[in-house]
C-alpha cells in the first residue's frame, strides 16, 4: 500500500501490492459463489418437499370434508334419536340401579359380619397362643434355675464331705501321733520298680 501511495512506477511493485488486496476479497468472492450454487441446489429439494406436503394436507382435508364429518353427523343424529326412544325406559334403570346397589349394601353388610368375626376367632387364638407361651416359658425358666441350683449345690455337698472326710482323717493322724508320744517311725521307700 506504501507503494502505492508513494508513486512508485515499477510495474512488479504495483502487480504486488495489487494481489495483496485482492487476495483477501478473492476468499470472500468465492466463498460468496459457493453458498449461491449450494442454495440454489438445496432450494430443488426442499420445493419438491413442500409441493408433497401441501397436497398431502389437501387430501386430508377433502378426506374429513367429503367423508369424516357427515359421518359424525349422521351418528350424532342417530345417537339422539337413540337416546330420546330410551329415555322412557331411564325410570326403570334408575329402579334396577337402587334394587342392585341395596343387594350390594346387604352383601358387603353380611361380609362384614364375617369378617368380624374371623377377626375375633384370631384375636382369641392369639390371646390363647399368647398364655400357652408365656406359661411354657415361665415354666422353662423355673426347671432351668432349679437345674441350675441343683448342679451348683451337688458340688458343694461333695467338697463339703470331702472336707469332712479330710478333717477326720486329719484328728485320726493326730491321734495316733499323741500315742506315738516321741517315737520315730520308719518307712521304708522302694522304688517303682522293686517288689
Known sequence: MSSLSAGSTDPEALKASINNLTSGLGVAFDTTLLGL??????????????????????????FCTEK???KLNDSQNASDDLLMSQIESVPAFAASLAKAH????????????????????LKNRLEAHQAK??????SA??????????ALSQP????????????????????????LGGQTITVKKKGFFSR
Open 141 to 150: 425358666v423355673e426347671k432351668l434355675t432349679q437345674d441350675t441350683s441343683k
Open 156 to 179: 458343694t455337698e461333695q467338697l463339703n464331705n470331702y472336707f469332712a472326710s479330710l478333717s477326720r482323717g486329719v484328728e485320726s493322724l493326730n491321734v495316733t501321733l499323741r500315742e
Open 133 to 138: 407361651v408365656e406359661s411354657t416359658f415361665q
Open 68 to 70: 369424516l364429518l357427515p
Open 102 to 121: 341395596e343387594h350390594f349394601l346387604v352383601q358387603l353388610k353380611d361380609a362384614s359380619t364375617t369378617l368380624k368375626e374371623a377377626g375375633d376367632l
Open 37 to 62: 450454487i449450494l442454495s440454489m441446489i438445496m432450494s430443488f429439494p426442499m420445493a419438491v418437499m413442500q409441493k408433497v406436503e401441501e397436497e398431502v394436507i389437501t387430501e386430508i382435508d377433502a
